[in-house]
């Protein structure tokens, strides 16, 4: 089949698009290799997946006209919509980024799939969208209705309108809440990329909250089989289903919600352990206050997911910091 991937030169993208390139699909990949982070990193990326059935379109997800004239020249059997700003603290200095490319972004990706008889439209939302949410593991069937940053703000936005498209168009859709991403070519704003970084230079780590946060850090290969697995799970109307008694994640629409974690929450500060022992460094460690925006802790329940597709995350932080150590090595030869 042909697959449109959007951020296909970012962490996310980037797998699950050498994921479907493995399966023998044809992959049109965009991004707008924007500056966040470091733009050779996503050029590398894209170099590893370059093939006769891999085609590169430079595209940002708010230009309308760009989008519009991207699906009626491929003509896509699916959609993996994982391209967005990504970033907690990134949303409290730059929020208007994250109206340009997750709240317009995906409306264009919406109305690609509208117009053009997309058969399946997975999108990237985020556990983030738990927001307040105290009561763990975080469920599927819980409300989503308090978050606590802009950035989840917009991913808790584009489930609601992958739900209106669903329920007024037919447009199947699923929406992946990811739990903590992380492993080779992962994103240098992230903990293990920048605790790598200055560990390896001698330098300070910040800890936030004095190391009391718990997350479920969720491995990449993980989260592209996963992805990989429901995009043949395509969602059916649950004509029983009401507002009053029937769960969050599912609907009379064609549409999913599923969270993907590895459901197995660890300490930030075990999470350094396994990068200290990986690194055979031990951190020099400038305990930090909470972060506005952050959360205390994340673990994912993954029951859902499980019946959905028989596949869960697995992976332990051990095995996972380990090999993120030995790409990050090998990619930057240190």
């Known amino acids: 089949m042909k697959y449109l991937v959007t951020g296909a030169a970012g962490f996310i993208g980037y797998h699950v698009a050498q994921r479907l390139l493995a399966a023998g699909h044809q992959v049109v990949g965009i991004d707008n290799l924007n500056d966040y982070y470091?733009?050779?990193?996503?050029?590398?990326?894209?170099?590893?997946?370059?093939?006769?059935?891999?085609?590169?379109?430079?595209?940002?997800?708010?230009?309308?006209?760009?989008?519009?004239?991207?699906?009626r020249n491929e003509g896509f059997d699916r959609v993996i919509h994982l391209g967005a700003q990504a970033g907690v603290r990134y949303s409290l200095e730059n929020p208007l980024a994250y109206a340009d490319?997750?709240?317009i972004g995906h409306l264009n990706i919406l109305e690609g799939c509208r117009h053009h008889q997309?058969?399946?439209?997975?999108?990237?939302?985020s556990s983030s969208v738990y927001g307040l949410n105290r009561k763990l593991p975080f469920s599927t069937n819980d409300s989503v209705d308090h978050p606590v940053s802009l950035y989840a703000a917009t991913k808790k936005a584009n489930e609601l309108m992958s739900h209106s498209y669903s329920h007024l168009y037919g447009i199947p859709t699923t929406g992946l809440r990811f739990f903590t991403v992380y492993g080779p070519?992962?994103?240098p704003d992230m903990a293990l990329f920048?605790?790598?970084?200055?560990?390896?230079?001698?330098?300070?780590?910040?800890?936030y909250n004095n190391g009391q946060m718990r997350r479920d850090f969720t491995y990449i290969d993980d989260i592209a089989e996963a992805i990989f697995r429901l995009q043949d799970v395509i969602p059916q109307p649950d004509r029983e289903w009401t507002v009053e008694e029937g769960n969050p994640a599912s609907s009379s629409a064609p549409y999913r919600v599923?969270?993907?974690?590895?459901?197995?929450?660890?300490?930030?500060?075990?999470?350094?352990?396994?990068?200290?022992?990986?690194?055979?460094?031990?951190?020099?460690?400038?305990?930090?206050?909470?972060?506005?925006?952050?959360?205390?802790?994340?673990?994912?329940?993954?029951?859902a997911l499980f019946d959905a597709i028989d596949f869960k995350p697995?992976?332990?932080?051990?095995?996972?910091v380990q090999r993120f150590v030995s790409w990050y090595r090998e990619f930057y030869k240190v």
């Open 258 to 303: 599923y969270n993907i974690g590895n459901s197995q929450p660890v300490t930030l500060m075990a999470y350094i352990e396994a990068l200290e022992k990986a690194l055979g460094i031990k951190a020099d460690k400038n305990m930090m206050p909470m972060q506005p925006g952050d959360v205390l802790e994340t673990s994912a329940d993954t029951a």
């Open 38 to 71: 470091d733009v050779n990193l996503k050029l590398a990326r894209l170099a590893l997946i370059q093939s006769s059935d891999f085609t590169f379109i430079k595209c940002d997800l708010a230009d309308r006209e760009g989008i519009a004239q991207l699906f």
């Open 101 to 103: 490319a997750n709240l």
């Open 185 to 187: 070519w992962g994103r």
């Open 118 to 125: 997309v058969g399946h439209l997975l999108y990237a939302s």
């Open 314 to 320: 697995q992976t332990g932080v051990e095995s996972g």
């Open 194 to 207: 920048k605790f790598t970084r200055a560990m390896l230079a001698g330098e300070k780590i910040d800890v």
